[in-house]
């Protein structure tokens, strides 16, 4: 029998090395971040673009998701049949991301097959066939997702969310855009937008497999041919400052729905700030994870919800801060109330007691190990480094920069960018009369927000 | 892509499985018990899910939140409950491993000392809510409550989720705990897996500490199957729903996980539903652009299996054409089979597939897991080559062949999910159905 009178004491964490980008750049300004992984014999692959639906055109929410989402409908060489039993050959798994600040075009393959990965990769975003019977296609089957989003109490509120709390800001739509703005998107749309957004520097593209670093880098080199991207020109607007905010509360109605579906937030920094570390460990405290104060308060004493969490969305831009939760209908006005309370307390009458604070800063260094066990995990972690221009050893530095974060670090940076008198309240789900005295939070009274 | 383990049985009856591998400083814990929702009767539902909540309160010697002692050393944790099996996992720094065996033991060991009738109120609370958010507040989330209820009959342990009906869950009793935990959560019903940065020998004898001395309990007797009549011909049914767009499901009972035709039909979903170049989207969304999207699966379980085709229809058309393009295809399939090349690179997807989920130690699906299931449902840990020797000796021959035994009209279940006030959209003579 163990010991049970005690939980066994957990010794020091064995040094641990985390796999190291080479770099190198090719013609057209093309950055290459290689990363040697042999625990499996995959490889990764991610394309990074500079042209995500921050860059959509006033009046085109969606066009850069749009154009995305064409690029695996076949290319200059390749019918999409012929494209896609080439992917499935070599086993590959394809999937375009579209985030605010960049599109994301990634290819899980098998190590061995990455002479012909690459090739794909590089086929489908760099000559895009764009037929117009596919563009068509495409925009409607995209329309009529947008429809179905509409349903969805989670995507409605995903979306009001964006729209009430940026406004005409590039981050105030969510990149599958909107019903209307996509009707009027076409083939020389998106051909144009393709050539002036996509096919510019600075392309980045991240391989991280079962290969040396090297090897990676002059596979990468080989698979690139030049001429594909023109010139920089002159760089697109930096992102403006969202409008200022008081605290105030929007609605969209679900008649009869079994729960109301929150977000609760304001925009926070970008990624660049220097109070990154310590609004990481106050996000963990927060509701980072599941032992954070509001998951236990709304989840593990109440019962009102399967589970609550927070998050600041680190974007090149001030992404947002944000608590989402599902709860009960009944229980709409109470949630709302204990997690306003919560964000406020944390900023002083109750800040992170130093047993939350050392919870708080395990989660994120001695977990570190888990979050770079797979290809696809570090290569994720490359493109941070890329989007961000974060240094090559960021990661390396990543724990002794969480560990040095003290408690009034994270105090300082909740009283500066926590703020309660600024909160963005959404609410999916039954209408407010319904809900009871909603106004009675200082909210004012809610606001029923336009159905996209 | 082969994992290397070793197996031991405790005198208690559990099984214990490690398997080495030092790439990262960590360690993966998991625990199969082998009981689900199968073994729940009708009127009690959704006990085993609920029982699986309680595991994270507390136990005897460690009467709090199973969270914090772990997540406050950086470790992950978590658990699920299907028809067939209960498991929970930790991942932890390589220190942490024993702190993460004392606690999967005192839970195994003693928990029932520590359960409080507030703890399970409020994991019911929470389990209505994951209800709610994750079937009863989300567009088509009711459809698989009908969609067991008509493919099995109502004695039948699939016939209801594992999730359970809300009255069920209401009315379960700290009472029935005892008893569950008795029958269902000791030694001889469990299997344990550690994997990661672990010594071989260090493993097993932490693990003969931890759960040596725990006594074993009865081995449950599988559940009861009903004897049941042929399937006397297709079924037809009609959900009304918060959706915006119709929605077909085709179902039909297929062979239970790991029986012959299985990875038939595993790679026949493929074949139908996979990509860009797939069958079904072939014809449905990109040449007749009559649907919006189509899928295809095989969900594999451990009594039976379940096929299932869904497709939503595109503004202006209506379930019936889309159910007539499917049974085309179906038969298409079913008289001249796949093309080689098809099977071939389907095969080649399969595969690459397995050796992406085996790159974790830990977590759902991960090496300790699959290392689990296999032992669980085959008794053997290294069941791993004869699993993809399955998919290897397939045919095109063999995917017509299952299509013809097992997707056939007399076992179909359709049913017709549409919004309110467009009944014309579902397939004709579709019966209502009231799912909750």
New interface residues.
Partial sequence: ??D??R????????T?SLPAFERTTLSDGVQVLAAGHQ????LTLFLLLPAGAAADPPHQAGLAALTADLF??GSAALS??EL??A???????LGTEVWSDAAVVGL???SRHAREGLRLLFEIAARPRFDPGDVA?VR??RI??I??L????AAVAERVFAEALYGSHPYGHLAIGTETALRALGPAEVADFHRRRYLRPPWTVVAVGDLASEALLAEVARAWDEGVLGDAGTPPDGLPEPPPLTRRMVFSAREG???S?IRLGHPGVPRTSPDFYALSVLNMVLGG???SRIN?NL????????GARTSFDWRVGRGPFCLQV???TAATLDALREAVREIAEVRGPRPPSP?EL??AR?????????S?????QVARAGMRIALHGLPDDHYARFVPRIMAVGADDVLRAAQRHLRPDELLAVVVGSRPDVLGDLAGLGFGDPVEWPAG | ?QIDYEKETLDNGLDVIVHEDH????VAVNLWYHVGSKDERPGRTGFAHLFEHLMFEGS???DS?Y???L??????LNGSTNTDRTNYWE?V????F??AL??E??RMG?LLPALTAEKF??????V???R???Y????YGLVPVALMAALYPPRHPYHWLTIGDPDDVRAAELADVKAFFAAYYHPANASLAIAG?VRTGAAFEAAR??FG?IPAGPRPAPPALPAEPAPAGERRLLLVD????PRLYLAWRTPPLYAPGDAECDLLAGILG????CRLY?AL??DR?IA??VSAGQSSHELSSSFAVVA?A??GHDLAELEAVIAEELETLRTAGPTA?EV???R??V???F??Q????GGFGGRSDQLNAYNVLTGDPGYGPADRARYARLTPDAIGQVVDTFLNAAGRVALSVVPEGRPDAALPDSTRVHPR
């Fill in positions: 029998m163990p049970r009178t939980l066994p004491a957990v010794g020091a964490d064995p641990f625990r499996a014999p995959v695996d409908e999409d049949v896609h039993r992917l499935m050959r070599i086993g590959g798994r899980t393959t098998l296609r409607d089957l009529n997702r429809r179905q509409r349903r969805s109490a729905a079994v729960q579906e994870q599941f032992v236990l989840r593990e004493e109440k019962g009102y919800t399967y599902g709860v009960q047993r050392e919870t395990a989660a994120l260094t001695r977990g570190f190990p888990r770079f066990e797979t290809a696809y | 892509m790439g990262c400083p960590l005897a010697h460690h939140s969270f914090s002692p997540q406050e050393i950086g470790g992950t991942v720094p390589t220190p942490a024993e702190r004392w606690m033991s005192d003693f109120e409020t994991q019911r609370e929470v209505l809510n994951e709610r958010q994750n009863e507040n989300r567009p940065d500490r931890h001395d918060r959706v915006e767009l996979d990509g860009k170049s072939r969304v990109h652009q919006t999207d939503t595109a503004p090349d071939e690179r389907n080649a997807c595969e690459a597939d050796v992406y085996m790159q974790t130690v």
